[in-house]
């Protein structure tokens, strides 16, 4: 059985900040490489304090509730948020429905109804704080302009590629940061859910409204795979375990009547290799840790999930982690937490640090017992 979080770790680890989110990510460590830090800061934000982006809104409508993307602090050693945003950049009636980090540390890409923007980071140290701010980029994206809302978008692994997937069922895929155009497809899909690069780069993972998963082989922009459901599946997101360079896996979240599953596919062969069920309720967010060791899943109903990629056990449970259903999740660079992100304007990061098994420390026990045992034996003139 996972582990469930107290009430007291519930409210240190969740704010709320006034703008329902869509988005969330951890900042990488080489967003400060512009900024004046020793060895002790940057070795306190890898391991201590650690910067998370939220982004979201409330659309272009009178509803008084701000576009825009938040910066916060995460304290590992408190395991808390900060109360306030470090920093907080408006994007006028533009919604950044879905973003994307760069993962050099490079800025953020921000999907908007009609176009797709790119921010760059501000990093500045007094005293002993270091403040990490958005500013919008003078480099516009042309490629991306007018182009309609991108349900999906996403970098590669080092940072080379980015991919979009649209409402209107459009896949583009480009070299980065040149834009040269590798992928424009005006029919991958209905509309695009879900995309993600395999680590190598090679290909491309794409999950539609409705029909199978469709693999993409980036250097002849062809269909190199297609996974088909199986019964009443209906596939949601998509991503590899990002270290199995040697045998890479492919993870599918997917809604059938019973409830939310996590299909695991071979990605050489594309073979299918299981499917486990993990919750009643559908799932509207799911991540996989860079170290390849953790997944998670956010449910429509607020509750976060942490499995074990090895046997898809539940490692921790979050009941009603938001009060409103999850929009994203994201685990840190070094899969020590994980942050997610709800319509209900709250930001959690729940950490997934390894859970001692009862059974170890009963093992300990015995064999002290047994010790004590024997010595009391032998002193006692019991045992020759």
């Known amino acids: 059985m996972g ?9 240190a680890n969740c704010k709320k900040y006034g703008v329902p989110f869509y988005g969330a990510s951890f900042v990488p460590q080489t967003a400060f490489r512009s900024c004046d830090t020793n060895e002790k800061d940057k070795n306190e934000i890898e391991n201590e304090k650690k910067f998370v982006i939220f982004g979201g809104g409330g659309g272009e ?38 973003m994307a980090v760069h993962p050099g540390g490079e800025g953020v890409i921000c999907s908007l109804p009609k176009s797709c923007r790119w921010f760059e980071w501000e990093t500045t140290k007094n005293e002993d704080n270091i403040t990490l701010g ?16 991108q349900l999906a978008i996403t970098f590669s692994l080092d940072g080379s590629l980015l991919a979009l997937g649209g409402e209107d069922g459009k896949l583009r895929a480009f070299k980065w940061p040149s834009m040269e155009s ?70 599918v979240t997917a809604m059938r009547d019973r409830g939310g599953s996590i299909v695991k596919w071979n990605a050489t062969s594309w073979k299918r290799i299981s499917s486990k069920y993990i919750v009643r309720d559908p799932i509207s967010a799911f991540s996989v840790s860079d170290d390849g ?45 994980l942050a997610s992100a709800s319509l209900d304007a709250s930001a959690r990061v729940t950490k997934t640090q390894e859970i001692k098994k ?17 010595y009391y034996a032998k002193t006692e003139g019991y045992l020759l």
């Open 61 to 98: 409508g009178r509803s008084g509730i701000p576009n825009a993307l938040v910066v916060t602090q995460f304290d590992s050693l408190s395991n808390s948020l900060s109360d306030q945003p470090v920093s907080k950049l408006g994007t006028d009636t533009d919604l950044p429905y879905r």
């Open 293 to 337: 060791k953790f997944l998670a899943t956010g449910t429509i109903q607020g509750d976060v999930y942490i499995l074990n990629a090895n046997n898809m056990k539940v490692h921790t449970v979050v009941k009603k982690a938001h009060m409103g259903l999850v929009t994203a999740l994201a685990f840190s660079q070094d899969s020590r937490a």
């Open 3 to 11: 582990k469930k979080n107290n009430d007291a770790e519930l409210m």
């Open 182 to 251: 590798l992928v424009d497809l005006s029919d991958a899909h209905a509309s695009v859910k879900s995309l993600d690069f395999s680590p190598d780069g090679r290909f491309l993972v794409s999950v539609g409204n409705g029909g199978p998963v469709r693999v993409w082989d980036l250097s002849s922009s062809t269909l190199k795979a297609s996974l088909a459901k199986q019964n009443d599946e209906v596939f949601g997101f998509c991503r590899y375990s990002q270290n199995s360079m040697n045998d890479p896996v492919l993870y």
């Open 134 to 149: 958005l500013k919008q980029s003078e480099k516009v994206l042309y490629d991306l302009e007018h182009i309609g809302q």
């Open 358 to 374: 009862n059974g170890f420390n009963i093992w300990i026990l015995l064999f002290i017992l047994l010790a004590a045992a024997l």
